[in-house]
């Protein structure tokens, strides 16, 4: 989908990987260089967890799966890529190293750096083609936080910079454009200066670790996820808004309300503690399944956001709309059965039985309704206009089984088209062109103002019409009007 073909990665950890993950989810072609003998297994673990989230995440038809690979040296990763992805550990010594290398062996491609602050015109200073670095600060897990931090140096290409946007917002990601250098940029400040402020808290014996996370997650978090700061305070100044909120508050900021202007020493004794406390509050799992926990929450959370077109929601939406539009332009043949959808079944799909539940079957059938009716032209225009069409009956055979991961694919052929009258017959198939199940579906033309049926708009009728009587010429799908018990 992205039209991002080839990427390299250095520095496969906890940044590199959540890289690897979303460019590989969106169909991006990775080479990955890591010294560390550990890398694949930690890369397949992360990879995992990774496939799991974004399968809950988004049904929308992906692209196949990009592939990867790990290379032997940094000239060897980067060696034809458009995007260069550095995520190795911030120190500026080794980042200014690793570019040394890239450019033995890659004159174009976009260097990238994932770092947490330092500035872009600072990593660019001994490079031969400065022009093409810029930072892309990333959020952990980076396979699902869409926003990056686009940042330029004083040397940087203004073209690069609107490249790169393009390419991350092609992999579902807000790409944030920081128009002026600062250290750590606009999100690792604040995260700092919470940081800072927790580690006193800690110190001075005033919270546990425990403690000052819930007074995050139980009350502010909750609100900055979906509105941020500013706009929370807004509201929270009632009818009178932002100034009478700065009127309240705004002596506050003269208070002893922060400890910001000193840093806690981290000695060994303000470590232990806060790891010894961090173990205790959560020690019972480990970190993979921490990252489960947190990804099905960053889900749940990004979903119940789609669902009101909102912040981080709505980046979700634009994305999946953007790949639902790729599939509709997919040149068909619509003389024959055609493609009306596609998934990889999310793991949340599998049931105690260990496979796709049946209802799964009855939502893949109505998305594939849904691709038909945008084959004719009754697609979301033609709906806020007021015309659509209900189901009124479905009949479903349950042929095989399909596991979480699986990629299936359903065909339909049009058995009727006149009318007010849309009967279709659907074949769902795994990747390898086995039989998975098959639905027959009749559905009706209706208007969503009085809720009757009626005929659909001329154009509609027209291109049913024309798919209908190529349709008529094929032979009538096995299965067709099969009741339930009736023996083959
Ligand atoms: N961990 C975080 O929360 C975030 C980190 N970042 C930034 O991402 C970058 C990477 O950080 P993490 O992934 O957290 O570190 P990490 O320690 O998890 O991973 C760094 C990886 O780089 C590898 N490495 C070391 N030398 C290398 C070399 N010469 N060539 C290629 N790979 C090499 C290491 O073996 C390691 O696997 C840093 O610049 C950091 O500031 C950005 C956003 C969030
Ligand atoms: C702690 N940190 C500075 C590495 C954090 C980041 O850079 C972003 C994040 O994911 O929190």
Redesign the pocket.
């Known amino acids: 989908m992205s039209s991002l073909k080839r990427a390299a990665i250095?520095?496969?950890?906890?940044?590199?990987?959540g890289w690897l993950a979303r460019l590989i989810e969106n169909g991006v072609e990775v080479t990955v260089?890591?010294?560390?003998p550990e890398?694949r297994r930690?890369l397949g673990e992360v990879l995992a967890n990774a496939e799991r989230a974004y399968g809950k995440l988004t049904l929308a038809p992906r692209p196949a799966k990009g592939g990867w690979r790990l290379a032997g040296s940094?000239a060897e990763a980067v060696e034809g890529a458009e995007l260069i992805v550095e995520?190795?550990?911030?120190r500026i010594d080794?980042?200014h190293?690793?570019y040394a290398e890239i450019e033995t062996a890659n004159a174009e491609g976009i260097i990238a750096?994932?770092?947490?602050?330092y500035k872009p015109s600072d990593l660019q200073k001994p490079l031969a083609h400065p022009e093409r670095l810029i930072v892309a600060?990333?959020?952990?897990p980076v396979y699902l936080l869409p926003l990056v931090e686009i940042v330029a140096g004083e040397r940087t290409d203004a073209g690069v910079v609107e490249r790169a946007k393009e390419i991350y917002a092609t992999i579902g990601m807000k790409p944030l454009h920081i128009r002026k250098e600062i250290d750590a940029f606009i999100a690792d400040r604040f995260l700092e200066a919470v940081w800072r402020e927790a580690l006193w808290l800690v110190k001075d014996g005033i919270g546990t670790t425990e403690e000052i996370d819930d007074a995050i997650r139980f009350g502010f978090g909750l609100r900055w996820a979906q509105m941020g700061l500013f706009e929370t305070y807004r509201v929270a100044g009632g009818e009178a808004g932002m100034r009478h909120f700065i009127a309240q508050f705004g002596p506050c900021l003269k208070w002893p309300w922060t400890k910001l202007m000193d840093v806690p020493e981290l000695t060994d004794e303000l470590i232990d503690m806060v790891a010894d406390q961090s173990h205790a509050q959560s020690g019972k799992y480990s970190i993979r399944e921490l990252e489960r926990i947190r990804d099905d929450n960053l889900v749940a959370i990004m979903q119940a956001l789609k669902a009101n077109d909102w912040g981080a929601g709505k980046v979700l939406a634009d994305y999946e709309k953007r790949l639902f539009a790729l599939t509709g332009t997919k040149a068909q043949d619509f003389s024959r059965p055609f493609v009306t959808a596609e998934a990889r079944i999310p793991a949340d799909w599998t049931d105690y039985n260990g496979h796709m539940n049946e209802s799964r079957y009855g939502q893949l059938f109505s998305d594939a309704a849904d691709g038909a009716m945008k084959a004719i032209g009754a697609d979301q225009d033609y709906i806020a206009r007021g015309l659509s069409y209900f189901t009124v009956e479905i009949h479903i055979r349950y042929l095989d089984e399909a596991k979480a991961g699986d990629r299936v694919t359903v065909t339909t052929q049009v058995l009727e088209g006149k009318g007010k009258k849309l009967r279709l017959f659907h074949w769902m198939r795994h990747e390898d062109g086995r039989l998975l199940a098959t639905g027959e579906q009749m559905l009706i033309h209706v208007s969503l103002e009085t809720r009757a049926a009626c005929d659909p708009a001329p154009a509609v009728a027209a291109k049913l019409g024309e798919i209908a009587a190529a349709h008529a010429a094929l032979p009538l799908p096995e299965g067709v009007g099969r009741a339930v018990g009736q023996r083959p």
């Open positions: 250095l520095g496969g950890g906890v940044i590199g990987g260089y890591d010294p560390d890398a930690k940094v995520a190795v550990p911030e080794l980042k190293k690793v750096s994932s770092t947490s602050g600060h990333p959020f952990n």
